[in-house]
Structures are given as C-alpha cells and as structure tokens.
C-alpha cells in the first residue's frame, strides 16, 4: 500500500473511534450530571449544555496554536500529541467527583487535543493533490460515520458497564488509536522562516488571502446553519406531529437521515472535486443545501423532513471536504497547520453561535422561519463562492 493511503486509512480509522468518543457524551452526559448530586431538571440541563459546550470553545481558541506549532514541529507529532490528550482526558472524565471537575476537564479536553484539526494538515500535505478531494471527503466519511455512531454505542455502554466505565473503555481505545498512530509516514519538513512568521505575516503571503478568508467564512456559515437547526429539530416535529406517541423514534430517523446521506456521498464528491475542481463542488453543494432548506420550512410530514434532510446531508457532504481541499490549493505548505488551525475555529466559531443564537432566534419569529433565514445565507454564500473561487480561480493551478 502507498504511503500516502496508509496515513489515511490509519487517520480515518482513528476520526472514527474519536468521532465516537467526542458524541458518546451525548445521551449521557445529563445523566452523569445528575449522578453528580445536581437534582433540579434545570440545572442538569444548564450544567450539561455548558459542559458540553465547553470543549468548542477551548478548541476555537487553541487550535491556531496548535495549527503553527505543527508548521513548526511537523503535523505527526501534533497527530500523535491530540490523541494522546485525547483518550487520557477522556479516562480521567470517569474518575469526576464534581461538575465543576466535568467542565474544567471538558476545557482541558478542547485546549490540549483537536483530534481532526491537527489530523486534516498531515493528509492534506502528504496526499497527492490529484487525489486530495476524495482523501478529505474519506476522512470526512469516518468523522461522521463515528459522529452517527456514538451516541446509540455510547448509551449502550453505559448501560451495559456504567457511565463511568464507558468513559474509560473509549479512552482506553482512543490511546489504542495513538499506537496505530505512531506509524505515520510524513514527508514534510518544517521551515525555519515560516515557523518565525507572525500571524499578519503569514496572512500577507498568502496568494489568494481573499479567497482564504471567504473559505474561513463558508465554515462559520456552514456549521451555523447546521447547529441552529439540530438542537430544535424535535421541537418541529412535534409541531407538525402533534398528535404522535413515537415522537423520539421519529425524530431519530430525521437526524440520522442527513449523517447518513453525508457517510454515503463525501468520497463520491470527493473523488467528483478532483475531476472537476472542488469550487465547482462547493458551489453547487452550497446552492443545494440553500435551495433544500426552503421546502423544509414548508413540510407537513416528517417524511417530508426525513426525505429533505437526506438530500441536505448529500450536500454536506461535500462542503467541508471541499473546503478543506481548497485550503490545501490556495495555501503555501509550510503555513498550512496554521491556516488549518484558524478553519477549525472557524467551525467551532459557527457552532458555538448557532447553538446559542438558533433558539432565540426560533423563538422570535417561528422554527419554519429560521429554515428560510439559513436558506438566505447559504444561498449567499454560494453567490460568493461563484464570482470569488468559479469566476475569479478558475485559471487557478489545480495540481
């Protein structure tokens, strides 16, 4: 097997088992909370959404750090350093006596691992470029594939040996996915004069700067439009299902419609980005995900939403890969863990703000509304996608 495919079935291998360890928490984190000595509903759920929280927004902070020190040092050891952080943080969250433990773990969590954004740097930089657009639409494959995943095996586990043991069970893999790890093949030499360079100085050499900001910015845009929608999802179905006794069941079926579309599609979209260029695949998944999320606004079934879901899940698919790949075309290699780095906070960035503002937003002016306000902002997007990276880029070398 070729170098560069063996980085990547080892990296895609350790995104899944991260993928499932990072969203395990997801059903059980209120009860651990609760098992905490914290009584009221309110609070376990307070406790729990700024417990969960926490780890976005540590990660939107340090991985820029992280992203120079691998300009610096080299992508393996950034790899190897977030999976070892990794799976000893989560061994030492099922030894927590404290909520207040919980949270300062979860923001030692983000601040020292940032699995995927030192993960994404190395493949990027040790994949051929002619098949770079199906390496991040496979890497993409596994951190969904995992992120479907961990929630239903991490609620098994904790039934099955406690809270507390399944903690220690997905660490104790995840520094299993450190040893695979070790055997990493990189090629990149850190530049001493890159390693020197300040953040506006690293920015000022870059050859489309525009256009890396505009990519940062489709970041934001993307996972806001996706985190505002999630956590109120089940509240729509139960609008539009009123009368429904199977109202989790359904709206299980609805979310696991778009993580599936995205497992099946990004290597397809992936391998389509590199023969046709990743702006075109851009664009036209961002004028999919705009123009479906209108008829979402309008259902009345959640078939309807289960079927709309899994086409915008196809068009997810192939955002964040292409995003990624384009990164990789428009930025000198030896700034690329840094300018990764600022990507990576840009996605924590949108999910932080869409959680937080997609609520209240909802709240003021209706849930089906608020499919018509990220329909616009998508649909802008793509608007700038196509005059900045169709129109502009189009002479840009794709090798």
Not at 141 to 156: I, K, M, Y
Request: net charge positive.
């Amino acid at each position: 097997m070729e170098k560069w495919k063996r980085n990547l079935f080892i990296c895609c291998i350790a995104s899944f088992i991260t993928s499932i360890g990072m969203s395990q928490m997801q059903p059980i984190l209120p009860l651990y909370v609760h098992e905490m000595g914290i009584e009221d509903p309110s609070d376990v759920a307070r406790w729990s959404g700024l417990i969960f929280g926490a780890n976005f927004i540590s990660l939107a902070i340090f991985s820029p750090i992280w992203g120079r020190l691998s300009d610096k040092y080299g992508r393996k050891p950034m790899v190897l350093r977030a999976s070892a952080a990794l799976g000893t943080v989560m061994i030492l969250l099922g030894f927590a006596q404290s909520v207040h433990q919980l949270l300062l773990l979860r923001l030692m969590q983000g601040s020292l691992s940032g699995f995927q954004a030192a993960a994404i740097p190395l493949i990027a930089s040790e994949t051929p470029k002619k098949h770079s657009g199906w390496a991040m639409g496979m890497f993409f494959t596994a951190q969904v594939s995992g992120g479907l995943l961990g929630p239903v095996f991490g609620g098994w586990l904790a039934e099955v040996i406690g809270i507390r043991h399944s903690f220690w069970f997905i660490g104790s893999c995840c520094l299993l996915g450190f040893c695979a790890l070790t055997q990493l093949h990189e090629t990149f030499r850190p530049s001493p004069i890159a390693a020197t360079l300040t953040l506006r100085e690293s920015f000022a050499r870059l050859p489309h700067r525009t256009a890396v900001l505009g990519l940062f910015l489709t970041t934001v845009l993307l996972h806001f439009s996706l985190t505002c929608i999630s956590p109120i999802l089940t509240v729509y179905i139960q609008e539009i299902t009123p009368d429904s006794e199977h109202i989790a069941l359904i709206s299980g079926a609805v979310f696991s419609s778009s993580g599936l579309a995205s497992m099946l599609f990004a290597s397809r979209l992936g391998n389509l980005a590199d023969r046709i260029s990743s702006q075109y695949v851009l664009g036209g998944c961002l004028l999919l995900a705009g123009l479906v999320s209108i008829p979402q606004g309008l259902v009345t079934a959640p078939w309807q939403l289960a079927l709309l879901r899994f086409v915008h899940g196809i068009a997810i698919a192939g955002l964040m890969p292409s995003c990624n790949n384009l990164i990789r075309m428009l930025t000198p290699p030896e700034s690329l863990g840094r300018i990764y780095g600022f990507n990576q906070s840009s996605q924590f960035i949108g999910m932080f703000t869409g959680a937080f503002f997609g609520g209240s937003i909802a709240a003021e002016i209706g849930i089906s509304h608020l499919f018509f306000i990220v329909a616009a902002l998508l649909l802008l997007n793509a608007g700038w996608v196509y005059w900045n990276l169709i129109h502009r880029l189009q002479a840009a070398p794709q090798e």
